[in-house]
């Protein structure tokens, strides 16, 4: 267990619905990042924070996608009007900001679209 | 996104052998290469990493190269275990602190 956690593990939803997924990063990280994994492949980046502030967006990130960082702790991905080709791994990683390198990984949420 | 590529998709060792998983990158102004390694059904968990400005790095049972001349970097793992059976990915962080991870190496380790 490294500390982060994500809700759910597993969803599943029909096409055209809305979902969100949490991240409960390491209380002491400043930086939250998303990633989405298809299998086989490895993590693509999609956005990270820096506290409560969306500091970067991959250009992978269409508008049907937005991430939340509130209060700086938890975080939340939110995908509108899902499409299969979402169906993926979501993870979520934490890091401190002078050890961006060192990212913290929750297990992640599969989502499958129908 | 980078060009961040790995050489072989799959690899089987012995135990007790030792493990070199190769990665290919293209941006020579990556700031950090990292090795990470996930298990099934776990997100990936961070091995060693190396700044760009370093040739090798050591770890317990890994040590990993950079080779900047051929944009190439390596993991060595040391007397491997059963427990080293998983996906390997190589990953580098360009000045937009954006982490781009090639597409992994699965070990299996043969007891």
């Known amino acids: 267990d490294t500390g982060v956690s994500q809700d759910p593990r597993h969803k599943i939803t029909k096409r055209g619905q809305n979902v969100t997924f949490r991240c409960d990063p390491i209380s002491e990280h400043n930086r939250l990042y998303w990633y989405r994994q298809t299998l086989g492949q490895g993590p693509e980046f999609l956005t990270y924070?820096?506290?409560?502030?969306?500091?970067?967006k991959s250009r992978l990130l269409s508008d049907r996608f937005s991430a939340e960082r509130p209060k700086g702790s938890f975080s939340t991905l939110e995908i509108q009007r899902t499409e299969q080709g979402d169906s993926a791994m979501y993870l979520c990683a934490s890091s401190r900001t002078n050890t961006k390198n060192i990212q913290y990984f929750g297990a992640g949420t599969r989502l499958s679209v129908l | 996104g980078e060009n961040v590529g790995l050489h072989l998709p799959t690899l089987s060792v012995q135990e007790g052998d030792n493990s070199i998983i190769n990665c290919a990158y293209s941006n020579s102004a990556s700031d950090y290469f990292i090795w990470y390694k996930q298990e099934s059904g776990k997100g990936p968990q961070f091995i060693i990493d190396i700044r760009s400005n370093m040739d090798k790095r050591q770890g317990q049972r890994v040590t990993v190269l950079l080779n900047k001349t051929v944009k190439h970097l390596s993991l060595q793992i040391a007397a491997t275990q059963p427990g080293d059976s998983a996906v390997y990915f190589c990953a580098e962080i360009n000045t937009g602190n954006q982490f781009y991870f090639g597409t992994g190496t699965s070990l299996t380790v043969i007891p």
């Open positions: 924070f820096q506290n409560e502030a969306q500091l970067e």
